[in-house]
């Protein structure tokens, strides 16, 4: 039971929060929607001519980007629909050979709409992790720190009658995604490849390395091309001056110390790989997004150990990566790079935030993992994975990872703090991670009711009045995360909290 002077160190913390930050701290991830509820297991079924389906399963040619007709039915607990005139492919790099493909889905290839806004469905096999987790719990990482980031949930796969096996369904990065997260879609949108290191030499211009996917015809590379001018040509404050204009600074920081971390080596920092460029036309930025983060929490290819590896030289020593090694040349973007890192190892980034999540979706998924065929790993190797290395790329439990993980980069940063979220100064536009998001509606309040969505479930639920004192309500919660709050008494005018376990959010009352 909480006190009241409970409820008031929360209420100081908060405010603090909201004096220092409230014109910053906007959190450009939406909410989880009817589509990914990550709380649960989904159901899609394929229906397509079998002689498609072998030829989907049995390519010819597994690079082949080749669609072929289905019918698609998607069901969880809000919905139960089928669409046909889609389209499915095989999609993935080096995964394309493995036993178990992963799938594109297009609903628009064959002239058919969208699917809940949706335009494409990513179902991935997750062939490099047993656990069938990292992914998921990297994008989650991704998210709480307010790195823009997709969305996921895993769903059981059937193709004309047959278990295809448990899949993770990740949120296509396109115009869409941007439009979610940034109200418009004009801007240029890059899908980087391996070898898009940023330097100044005119690879901007290769499609190759920087794959545009929107305003394709256009072809106008010259907001990115000045950036990439401005990072190579200055150093010290006056790449400071001449680069935040341009660039989200302070997004790429906490990108960073989320990809640190977690041991994301496949990403900028050491292959140069796996990252999205967006043109943000509102604030005339290009914006950072990381995808592809399977190969995490202990995962290793390149003979590494990525548990041990100093988050304060983290990035590849190899190669000339203009976005970590100049910006972490600046005394105050390193100090912010590792407080980043600090505040993340007492928040999300612990065992005690990780712990119930990992483990409630693993259970969630036992069962369709005991019966999916085409993993390529044991159930028992699935049951022991949080706690147990498999061997080979797989050199850690996600447990013992994120355990060691913890202590070296303890040692590492030794003597800095985390973020005082009244800091002023350059670095006090950062979003620092408060609270996962919560959505309420309607804000102002004029009745004596109001709904909240959040990603937070099973949590303690509170509203704080302005001098800390927990204003009496009834709630119930009409879907995993969706709640309808009611007033016992009709409440004061003015602003309050609504907590949800450790997440907070503002509202008015009028």
């Known amino acids: ?274 990252y999205y460029l967006y043109e943000e036309p509102i604030s005339g930025k290009v914006v950072f997004i990381p995808y592809d983060v399977d190969n995490t929490y202990g995962i290793d290819w390149v003979d590494r150990d990525w548990g041990t590896r100093n988050v304060t030289d983290w990035a590849s020593h190899s190669k000339v990566l203009p976005l970590n090694h100049r910006l972490l040349a600046i005394d105050d973007y390193f100090e912010d790079y590792c407080r980043h890192m600090v505040l993340l190892s007492q928040t999300y980034f612990t065992r005690e935030h990780l712990d119930p999540l990992m483990e409630s979706l693993q259970s969630m998924i036992s069962d369709a993992v005991s019966k999916d065929n085409y993993f390529p790993y044991s159930y028992t190797d699935f049951l022991n994975t949080l706690t147990t290395a498999y061997g080979g790329h797989v050199e850690y439990g996600i447990k013992p990872y994120i355990d060691t993980r913890l202590s070296t980069s303890g040692s590492q940063l030794t003597g800095y703090e985390p973020f005082d979220t009244t800091k002023s ?7 620092v991670p408060f609270s996962a998001p919560i959505k309420l509606f309607p804000n102002p309040v004029k009745q004596g009711y109001f709904f909240a969505i959040t990603e937070i479930y099973d949590a303690d639920i509170a509203v704080i009045d302005q001098v800390g004192r927990q204003v009496p309500v009834s709630y119930f919660e009409q879907a995993p995360g969706e709640y309808r709050l009611i007033f016992d008494q009709q409440p004061l005018p003015g602003w309050y909290l609504l907590k949800v376990g450790n997440t907070v959010e503002k509202f008015i009352v009028q």
């Open 1 to 274: 039971m909480k006190t009241i002077d409970d409820m008031r160190k929360v209420f100081t913390i908060c405010f603090l929060f909201f004096a220092g930050l409230s014109v910053y701290a906007q959190n450009v991830n939406p909410g989880f929607d009817s589509v990914f509820r990550y709380n649960e297991l989904s159901l899609i079924e394929i229906t397509m001519s079998e002689s498609d389906k072998q030829a989907l399963i049995f390519p010819d040619d597994p690079q082949a980007n080749i669609y072929y007709p289905i019918t698609i039915r998607f069901k969880n607990s809000l919905m139960d629909e089928t669409r046909t005139n889609v389209g499915i492919r095989i999609r993935g790099n080096t995964s394309r050979n493995a036993y178990k493909k992963s799938f594109k889905i297009d609903f628009k290839e064959f002239g058919g709409p969208k699917f809940k806004k949706h335009k494409k469905f990513n179902l991935k096999a997750q062939n490099n992790d047993p656990s069938m987790l990292r992914e998921f719990l990297s994008l989650y990482m991704y998210r709480m720190y307010k790195v823009p980031a997709a969305r996921a949930h895993h769903a059981e796969v059937y193709i004309n009658g047959e278990y295809m096996g448990i899949y993770v369904n990740i949120e296509q990065i396109d115009d869409e995604f941007v439009d979610r997260r940034y109200k418009n879609e004009d801007g240029n949108l890059y899908k980087c490849h391996y070898g898009a290191t940023l330097q100044n030499d005119g690879q901007i211009f290769w499609e190759d390395l920087y794959e545009l996917k929107t305003n394709e015809e256009a072809n106008d590379r010259s907001i990115l091309e000045n950036m990439v001018i401005l990072l190579n040509s200055y150093e010290g404050e006056e790449l400071r001056t001449n680069l935040e204009p341009v660039f989200d600074v302070h997004n790429f920081l906490r990108q960073m110390a989320v990809e640190a971390l977690i041991g994301h080596w496949d990403g900028y920092s050491y292959l140069n790989n796996n």
């Open 425 to 431: 100064g350059n670095t006090a536009s950062i979003e």
